[in-house]
């Protein structure tokens, strides 16, 4: 019986013992729950915090890119405003060169009697060679703006030679001559891609294909091709018109001698374009007729 009591009361100690242990172990679960747990709540409120941040942010990001658009839509008006702008500046300042070189080109046929529509017709018929060789409307355009000024070495030309009923002297014509020398050192030095043309037109419009020409006698391609194609359009208008010292010559008698001078005064090549396009030159004639 006593063994039986000794038996039981070490079987209660061990169980005690074994649930003392057990207490501690939950308790000790309990305090790392209860850590881990305010850990959590820790971070749960510290990531609720970085999410109002964060949505705080992206509104910020939002309004920011919305006052971003509409600044970059009034930039865009303004660039648009700004070109237009530039663009009727550019417009006038070019329709203010053609016309100041209109100008200056009837300012030097009126010395000689002729009226401005002679310069408007050369600088027609100087397009419509022009655009037949193949060039481009860029430069087509460019050669019509410059050959009215052809003649305006004619400034410098006493009137007795301009306007001598009768033919000129030796001297009278050397006088003459140099009207294209003249022009030429009037428009040389300048930039503008007009002007610059305007001097090569106005030095050797009067060369000839076959190098009889003047002033330097050149001859072929080495005269240039805005000289050959005004060169051209100036003999056909002149022959067409009435003159101090002519009369104006009837139209088969200009094209018999385009056709004779072909390879001679003219580049033959201008020449054939001429008699494909010889309908559109007496219409461009009639259109700009001169007045009486």
Same mark, same amino acid.
């Given at each position: ?54 949505? #705080? ?6 309004? $920011? ?8 839509? #009034? ?10 702008? *530039? ?50 409307? $860029?430069? $087509? ?23 001598? $009923? ?33 001097? *090569? ?22 005269? #240039? *091709? ?27 008698? *200009? ?38």
């Amino acid at each position: 019986m006593e063994k039986e009591d000794r038996l039981l009361l070490s079987l209660e100690n061990f169980l005690d013992s074994d649930i003392e242990l057990l207490k501690a172990n939950i308790q000790s679960l309990i305090k790392n729950y209860r850590r881990k747990s305010r850990r959590l709540d820790k971070i749960i409120t510290q990531s609720d915090r970085q999410q109002m941040q964060l949505l #705080h942010l992206n509104e910020e990001l939002e309004k $920011a890119n919305a006052e971003l658009d509409q600044y970059k839509n #009034h930039l865009e008006d303004r660039v648009r405003e700004g070109l237009a702008e *530039i663009l009727a500046l550019n417009r006038e300042i070019e329709e203010t060169q053609k016309e100041v070189v209109f100008t200056m080109g009837a300012i030097g046929e009126s010395r000689s009697r002729e009226t401005g529509n002679h310069v408007k017709r050369v600088a027609e018929y100087s397009a419509l060679l022009a655009l037949g060789l193949g060039m481009d409307q $860029a430069e $087509a355009e460019l050669i019509k703006l410059a050959s009215p000024m052809h003649d305006i070495g004619k400034v410098a030309i006493p009137d007795s030679i301009l306007n001598k $009923a009768g033919p000129l002297s030796e001297q009278e014509f050397e006088h003459m001559k140099s009207h294209t020398t003249l022009g030429h050192d009037m428009l040389k030095h300048s930039e503008r891609p007009i002007l610059r043309a305007s001097a *090569i037109i106005a030095f050797q419009h009067h060369e000839k294909w076959d190098g009889t020409g003047y002033p330097q006698g050149i001859a072929g391609n080495d005269i #240039h *091709i805005y000289g050959r194609i005004t060169a051209l359009a100036d003999v056909f208008d002149a022959l067409g018109s009435r003159r101090v010292y002519k009369k104006a010559w009837d139209d088969q008698d *200009i094209f018999e001698l385009f056709h004779k001078e072909r390879g001679h005064h003219f580049d033959p090549r201008l020449v054939d374009i001429f008699f494909e396009e010889k309908e559109q030159f007496l219409i461009i004639r009639n259109a700009f007729q001169d007045v009486e």
